[in-house]
């Protein structure tokens, strides 16, 4: 019989926070905050009934103790946090070889000065200048948010014309003297993705944890309260600024269908449904 071998790390399971599984994540609590969110505290509520919003938390007694316990808590037991990421690649692979790399504002501007090759490059330069702060402060930043159908129905210019880095240097330039409008030639560069990427929760910055921390707070109290509040449908957003490794990326896909925020929210059919790496 095999020895165990002391040396070997031994594997944490893979726990996943999808925030489009609104029941599991909901039954989960009782897994992990069971010592925090008791039972009397939910019957305190339900005979109460507060208002349980996110942005104050005036409803939750000692809410000081609760929150920061409650954090730990879901991050002790959650080892990744599923998020979406809207983009419009040349190349699909590069993500599975190398991940998701944060902006290289670098790059991008050099990817501007090609595709606006026959606009007056003092003009390019200037609108390049003119960025120069924000492509320092968004350095090695990347957005993910919680579900893909909001990248779909919201957030739809990430897919139909890539960066919005490039974006503002397109939206900055203007129109050409024959009435382009700069923003609409990044259509013709590469191919409306979405990513499915798992987060290593170590990778979000604190203060996103708490926030996620909160909302899920918020539904859980609506549940204990049977008082339902508006505008709970927005998920999560993780501006992480560190490279995410390749094996995180899980999956990609091409929607056929986008909003379109850019062309008063019709539909944008997408011509482009296969990609390298589609089979």
């Not at 080892?79 to 699909?92: A, D, E, L, Q």
């Not at 990609?252 to 449904?273: E, M, Q, S, T, V």
Request: hydrophobic residues 35%.
């Amino acid at each position: 019989m095999a020895e165990n071998n002391p040396r070997r790390p031994i594997a944490l399971p893979h726990k996943v926070l999808d925030w489009r599984n609104r029941r599991i994540w909901l039954v989960s609590i009782r897994h992990y905050a069971s010592h925090v969110l008791t039972a009397e505290l939910r019957r305190r509520l339900a005979q109460e009934r507060p208002e349980c919003w996110s942005d104050d938390l005036s409803w939750l007694p000692d809410s000081e103790y609760i929150l920061p316990e409650f954090v730990g808590s879901l991050t002790g037991y959650y080892t990744h946090f599923k998020g979406f990421h809207g983009c419009r690649p040349s190349s699909v692979s590069s993500y599975y070889e190398h991940g998701l790399l944060g902006q290289n504002s670098d790059l991008l501007c050099d990817m501007f000065r090609e595709i606006f090759f026959d606009v007056p490059q003092e003009d390019v330069e200037s609108i390049i200048t003119q960025f120069a702060a924000r492509s320092n402060s968004e350095r090695g930043a990347m957005w993910l948010v919680g579900s893909d159908k909001f990248l779909i129905e919201q957030c739809g210019h990430y897919l139909i014309q890539g960066s919005e880095y490039l974006m503002a240097l397109a939206a900055h330039l203007g129109r050409s003297p024959s009435g382009e409008d700069y923003r609409f030639r990044l259509r013709q560069y590469g191919v409306p993705t979405i990513l499915e990427v798992d987060v290593p929760v170590k990778l979000v910055p604190g203060v996103q944890q708490v926030e996620v921390a909160k909302t899920i707070l918020s539904e859980w109290g609506q549940l204990a309260t049977r008082r339902l509040l508006p505008f709970g449908d927005t998920p999560p957003c993780y501006v992480v600024r560190q490279d995410i490794p390749p094996e995180c990326v899980r999956d990609h896909y091409h929607p056929a269908r986008i909003i379109d925020p850019h062309k008063g929210h019709r539909p944008y059919a997408n011509p482009f449904l296969t990609c390298d790496m589609c089979g």
